[in-house]
């Protein structure tokens, strides 16, 4: 499995930004997908996740600002952030857990991190 974010860029305060991250490889049916960020010196922090079935959660400090999405058929998950601010700069990386076919048990991919830098 391979996993190939973008979308990341440097915007103003209010602005928006859509990240993307592609699954790609065979033999393995996608299950929850996700974005993390990690702002420098802090450690990395959960955004959001999306369930196969389309349930979502977010985490409280983008709640009402960020939505997460997803196209199964293209093994691709989305996060539309609004209203984006200073304190949303950040590395997002996004996280995607697979089983592979035969297999019983999930397997946790991570991206390599795309930057998000707001500017106030």
């Known amino acids: 499995v391979q996993l190939q974010a973008s979308g990341g860029g440097l915007v103003h305060t209010g602005e928006s930004l859509r990240l993307s991250c592609a699954a790609s490889?065979?033999?393995?049916?996608?299950?929850?997908m996700g974005w993390y960020r990690q702002a420098p010196g802090k450690q990395r922090d959960f955004v959001a996740i999306?369930?196969?079935?389309?349930?979502?959660n977010y985490a409280d400090s983008v709640k009402g600002r960020f939505t997460i999405s997803r196209d199964n058929a293209k093994n691709t998950v989305y996060l539309q952030m609004n209203s984006l601010k200073p304190e949303d700069t950040a590395v997002y990386s996004c996280?995607?857990?697979?089983?592979?076919?035969?297999?019983?048990?999930?397997?946790?991919?991570w991206g390599q991190g795309t930057q998000v830098t707001v500017s106030s």
């Open positions: 996280r995607v857990w697979v089983v592979p076919d035969g297999v019983g048990y999930e397997t946790a991919y």
């Open positions: 490889g065979s033999g393995f049916s996608t299950n929850r």
């Open positions: 999306i369930t196969s079935d389309a349930r979502t």
